[in-house]
């Protein structure tokens, strides 16, 4: 809100929605229709006082209109023509630019198509392989496309779900937990009000599982396996199913999602959303985060929680007037593959292909269980705050073991001084930031001695009598010569 907006597009798109002209508008806001077409074509920036007036004539939410997402959709777009299915093509980033301000809904199809593209190349590149033998010969499924929409859909709502926090809410009152002992109200919840017995199960019995609705015999079967925080996770979750189903329901009703993958993905994502805001109740939560200067390990022994989902939930706080510092997260394997992630902040994650090896996420799995700082900018010049750590999730046993992963959670320099982690850190010396990209493809830093693929639109220089630091030397793009 301290920068200047420059919002021309979202501006003139509401005006045309509403049916209104220029100079209609313009009386509105207490404006001339000159300088609100001036606004419109981003000579002008949209100022606090203006955009207050938007909100109050218009009924616009303040933090979806002043969100950044053309860049977003841009850094999309730049991904999609990353592929080397455009190389011959000479398209520029302000094209990009101008695709996403002037034509936004086209820009955003556009990268569906490829995704879905992209998923159907894979999944032929798959099945060739597979005809190769004749014993594996099957049908290939691919279910990456659904786990995108969702994670889209999650964005779309800032991931924040203000029904789900009252129910969670109402929750937490009628179970009446004692301090320290969530399980047990939530044990003696389930009993009272849904008839619903829970019991502990050894892990040969559960098998793969770590929770099981027996419906015939009304009991929540939880492995002895999970730790006491995943007992209480696991015992909301199955809460949520039973008793706010509908409400569940509704809300991916309502997101028109694509196929039936993808909306049971939806209401599973939701259902951990409703026990996460279980385990860590809203006011109370963001209470203690602020308090305790978003002290993870001083969040999760409070909450009884574990260091995943402490995280999660911190990605959360986005009720309006009560918002804690907007973070974004990502998990990983030790592959690279992402497994879950929230982009907000305006940090950009690559959809398709890997990351950033300079990222600290990346590092965390040298030393597990120690919690890794970094302050990373990207190449257009953005910085990010960054912590990143192992998590554990339980496994089964010594055949079964448990999974690793490696978390980041960061948000923009400018909230890091509200952050214990940062302490120490000079915030202002941005020059010292450690340099990263989106991907190998999408970043055009040119002495970065762990790239992997060239960038995009830059040609290839090579020469066998010249070796660089760099396994790629490359000419910039004609447009910036």
Same mark, same amino acid.
């Given at each position: 809100m301290d920068k200047k907006a420059m919002l021309g597009p979202k501006v003139r798109r509401l005006r045309r929605e509403r049916g209104l002209t220029?100079?209609?508008?313009?009386?509105?806001? +207490?404006?001339?229709?000159?300088?609100?077409?001036?606004?419109?074509?981003?000579?002008?920036?949209?100022?606090?006082?203006?955009?207050?007036?938007?909100?109050?004539?218009?009924g616009v939410d303040l933090q979806a209109?002043?969100?950044?997402?053309?860049?977003?959709?841009?850094?999309?777009?730049?991904?999609?023509?990353?592929?080397?299915?455009?190389?011959?093509?000479?398209?520029?980033?302000?094209?990009?630019?101008?695709?996403?301000?002037?034509?936004?809904?086209?820009?955003?199809?556009?990268? *569906?198509?490829?995704?879905?593209?992209?998923e159907q190349r894979e999944d032929l590149q798959n099945l060739g392989e597979r005809l190769a033998d004749r014993d594996k010969l099957s049908l290939v499924h691919n279910a990456q496309f659904p786990l995108e929409e969702v994670r889209d859909f999650f964005h779309a709502h800032h991931n924040h779900f203000p029904e789900i926090e009252t129910a969670a809410e109402a929750l937490w009152a009628e179970a009446n937990p004692e301090r320290g002992d969530l399980y047990r109200g939530l044990v003696d919840w389930l009993?009272?009000?849904?008839?619903?017995?829970?019991k502990i199960m050894p892990a040969d019995v559960m098998g793969y599982a770590v929770r099981r609705f027996d419906r015939h015999g009304r009991r929540i079967l939880v492995s002895e396996m999970l730790a006491p925080s995943g007992r209480n996770?696991?015992?909301?979750?199955?809460?949520?199913?039973?008793?706010?189903?509908?409400?569940?329901?509704?809300?991916?009703?309502a997101a028109n999602l694509s196929g039936d993958e993808a909306r049971r993905l939806a209401r599973i994502g939701l259902t951990n959303y409703f026990a996460g805001a279980v385990l860590m109740p809203y006011d109370?939560?963001?209470? +203690?985060?602020?308090?305790?200067?978003?002290?993870?390990?001083?969040?999760?022994?409070?909450?009884?929680?574990?260091?995943?989902?402490?995280?999660?939930?911190?990605?959360?706080?986005?009720?309006?007037?009560?918002?804690?510092?907007?973070?974004?997260?990502?998990?990983?394997d030790s592959a690279g593959n992402v497994s879950k992630r929230f982009s907000g902040a305006g940090f950009h994650f690559a959809r398709f292909g890997g990351g950033c090896p300079r990222w600290i996420v990346y590092e965390a799995f040298r *030393?597990?269980?120690?919690?890794?700082?970094?302050?990373?900018?990207?190449?257009?010049?953005? *910085?990010?705050?960054?912590?990143?750590?192992?998590?554990?999730?339980?496994?089964?046993?010594?055949?079964?073991?448990?999974?690793?992963?490696?978390?980041?959670? +960061?948000?923009?320099?400018?909230h890091a001084g509200q952050i214990v982690y940062a302490d120490g850190i000079d915030l202002e010396h941005t020059e010292a930031a450690t340099p990263i990209g989106v991907n190998c493809r999408l970043c055009p830093r040119s002495d970065c001695s762990q790239r992997a693929f060239p960038p995009l639109n830059h040609r290839l220089i090579v020469d066998e009598n010249l070796r660089g630091v760099t396994p790629f030397l490359f000419a910039p793009p004609p447009g910036e010569r």
């Open positions: 220029q100079a209609q508008m313009a009386d509105q806001l +207490g404006i001339s229709a000159s300088y609100l077409n001036l606004i419109e074509h981003n000579q002008r920036p949209v100022t606090v006082p203006l955009l207050l007036k938007l909100g109050q004539n218009f209109f002043a969100e950044d997402e053309e860049s977003r959709l841009v850094a999309g777009l730049r991904e999609v023509f990353a592929d080397p299915l455009f190389d011959g093509s000479d398209i520029k980033n302000q094209d990009l630019k101008e695709l996403a301000a002037v034509a936004p809904t086209l820009g955003q199809a556009v990268v *569906t198509l490829y995704r879905a593209f992209r009993l009272k009000e849904q008839g619903v017995r829970v996770f696991q015992l909301a979750a199955q809460i949520a199913l039973l008793r706010h189903r509908e409400l569940i329901n509704g809300i991916v009703d109370r939560f963001l209470e +203690g985060a602020k308090r305790e200067r978003y002290d993870i390990d001083v969040l999760r022994r409070r909450f009884d929680a574990s260091f995943e989902q402490v995280c999660h939930r911190l990605t959360t706080l986005q009720r309006p007037g009560a918002r804690g510092v907007p973070f974004f997260l990502i998990r990983v *030393t597990p269980g120690k919690i890794h700082t970094q302050l990373a900018q990207m190449p257009d010049g953005t *910085t990010y705050f960054s912590i990143a750590r192992t998590a554990v999730k339980a496994g089964g046993g010594y055949r079964s073991p448990p999974q690793q992963f490696a978390m980041a959670l +960061g948000c923009d320099v400018a």
